[in-house]
Every structure is written in structure tokens, then in C-alpha cells.
């Protein structure tokens, strides 16, 4: 009996611990549900989904429109996928903030945003 009291107790801890990863995993994504629209708007409403800082001039983005975002996805994926397209990129701080710059402003060294070419490398 003994014997089968612990192999009991060793799938209950495996168990919980598989439950408590799942959830680590997906808390790691977020929920957006942002619309197609003049990016001032789009990245204020990202930032508050996502409870993250972005800085940007309100006079960089004037004149740019996002796609929508909808669905879960990692923070630094949901603003690549809201980026792209516009002209726009990030740059991510140590502290986890995020700059957010025109494309040509941003340098070398700005994170990808999906569908858009990287400026040449200076040399």
C-alpha cells in the first residue's frame, strides 16, 4: 500500500507542477484587441492592454495608420505585428520600455518588424 501512495503522490506533484507551467506560459501572452487606426491612438491602447511604457512623439506618428491586432501573443510580438507596415519600429530598454521611433530614427540596432526592410548597415 505504501508503494502505491507514493507513486500517487509523485503524479499529483507532476501534475500540479504541468498545471502551474501551462499557466506560467500562457500568462506570458496577452490579450489584444486593438483596432485599425491612427497610430497615437493604436500605441496608447497597446500600452494599457499590454501594461507596458512606450514613449513616441505625438509628431513621429501623425501621419501613420496601424493594421488591427487581435488574439494573444508575447508583448514584443504584439508590438512587431502592430508595427509593421507603418514605417515605425521599437527599441526595447533594460527596463522594459519601449521607444518607439521611425524606422530610419531608430538605427541599426531596433528590433525587426515583420514585412519591412532593415535599413542598410553603416559601416
Excluded at 27 to 44: C, G, K, W, Y
Excluded at 64 to 76: I, K
Amino acid at each position: 500500500m505504501g508503494n502505491a501512495t507514493g507513486v500517487y503522490r509523485v503524479a499529483v506533484v507532476l501534475l500540479l507542477f504541468l498545471l502551474c507551467a501551462c499557466a506560467r506560459a500562457d500568462s506570458a501572452r496577452v490579450r489584444f484587441d486593438i483596432a485599425a487606426q491612427p497610430a497615437a491612438l493604436a500605441l496608447n491602447e497597446f500600452a494599457r492592454q499590454a501594461d507596458a511604457t512606450l514613449i513616441f512623439s505625438y509628431d513621429s506618428v501623425s501621419n501613420v495608420r496601424t493594421r488591427s491586432l487581435q488574439g494573444r501573443y508575447p508583448v514584443d510580438e504584439g508590438i512587431a505585428l502592430l508595427l509593421r507596415d507603418t514605417g515605425l519600429a521599437y527599441r526595447k530598454s533594460s527596463d522594459g520600455t519601449y521607444l518607439i521611433c521611425l524606422r530610419a530614427a531608430c538605427g541599426p540596432s531596433a528590433a525587426a518588424v515583420p514585412g519591412e526592410p532593415r535599413p542598410p548597415e553603416r559601416q
